[in-house]
């Protein structure tokens, strides 16, 4: 298996654009998770689902910021209308089980809001 | 509230010398859990170690061991015989309770480690 696949790993955007950030977790996992990491505050869960239903979106900064599952081997983190503080590097993470010690992290989406 | 601080924003040590690097956290529950993770330049975050509240000895996972002082609130990582490949970034993070079945982490800021030669 490949690992979980984030695309794209780098994405720059204006200030008001829609952003879509994509990911594939491992085949067989039923746990998806979404994190964003800044400087200022560390890796911070966003949300995550089980069986591809979310289960904990209390980490959702805004309502500028949705994530779906339409099925079980892909997700997206949408941002719109997208904001320079949006700017972070977003991780995907899946699990077999809802264990974190056995979550597996995709290399991450660095975005940049001008 | 910060739960998990670590505040050692960098951290240099030379080759085969061991390193700490500081955690320290802040819970109400008597049950809990911490972890490290290393994130090295390609990105991914990497389980290192793991350590349980109720745990009364320290965790070990061959060259990282977690010196967990409960009293202290405090869970720093111990890298022994450093190597250049340990280089990255370090975080410290804390499960949350749940009832969900998934253990929610919350994450400290993260220390940059740099190992030189």
């Known amino acids: 298996d490949a690992g979980v696949i984030q695309s794209p790993r780098h994405e720059v955007t204006e200030m008001g654009q829609e952003v879509t950030l994509r990911c594939k977790p491992i085949?067989?996992?039923?746990?998806l998770f979404w994190y964003r990491q800044t400087m200022m505050r560390g890796l911070e869960l966003l949300i995550y689902?089980?069986?591809?239903?979310?289960?904990?979106d209390s980490g959702m900064p805004e309502d500028r910021f949705s994530a779906k599952m339409p099925n079980a081997s892909f997700s997206t983190l949408k941002i719109q209308p997208s904001e320079p503080r949006d700017s972070a590097v977003y991780f995907c993470?899946?699990?077999?089980?809802?264990?974190?010690?056995?979550?597996?992290f995709g290399q991450g989406t660095r975005l940049t809001v001008v | 509230a910060q739960k998990i601080t670590q505040t050692q924003p960098g951290m240099f040590v030379q080759e085969k010398e061991a390193v700490t690097l500081d955690c320290t956290y802040d819970?109400?529950?008597?049950?809990?859990?911490l972890f490290w993770y290393k994130q090295p330049s390609s990105g991914e975050m990497i389980f290192l170690i793991y350590?349980?509240?109720?745990?009364?000895q320290n965790a070990t996972e061959g060259r990282y061991s977690l010196n967990f002082q409960k009293a202290r609130k405090s869970a720093n990582l111990v890298i022994s015989a450093s190597q250049l490949g340990d280089s990255a970034m370090y975080f410290c993070?804390?499960?949350?309770?749940?009832?969900?079945?998934?253990?929610?982490?919350?994450f400290g800021t993260g220390t940059r480690l740099l190992v030189s030669p």
């Open positions: 993470a899946s699990s077999k089980t809802g264990l974190v010690t056995e979550a597996f």
């Open positions: 085949s067989g996992h039923d746990y």
């Open positions: 689902f089980n069986n591809n239903v979310p289960i904990d």
């Open positions: 819970t109400s529950d008597q049950s809990y859990g």
């Open positions: 350590q349980g509240s109720y745990d009364e």
């Open positions: 993070a804390m499960r949350e309770p749940s009832n969900t079945g998934f253990q929610k982490l919350v």
